[in-house]
């Protein structure tokens, strides 16, 4: 399930990728989703209701917030939608 609260998606990632993700060396991240949350999805970001990615580091208090700068889709896998979302690192 998605969250999304003020603008801000939400996702959690393991430490290995929260790592790269945050020191931008991997500034996107790829997730399942199903079909209507993603077509919902991609209609708040055209719509300008989703502006923020924010990602948790697994088993911590640790994250951060960037800028959503795309959602693609990349393809099906078992009835559910690949989607990379990627944003801008902050330097």
Known sequence: ???????????????RYFQKEESGLKPN??????????HAILNMFKDGELEEILIHKSASE??????????????????KELVVFSWKHED
Request: proline share 2%.
């Open 62 to 79: 640790d994250h951060f917030c960037r800028k959503l700068t795309d959602i693609s889709y990349v393809g099906s896998i078992a009835g």
């Open 29 to 38: 991240t790829v997730r399942i989703v199903d079909h209507s949350e993603y």
């Open 1 to 15: 399930m998605i969250s999304i609260k003020d603008k801000k998606i939400i996702f959690k990632s393991i430490p």
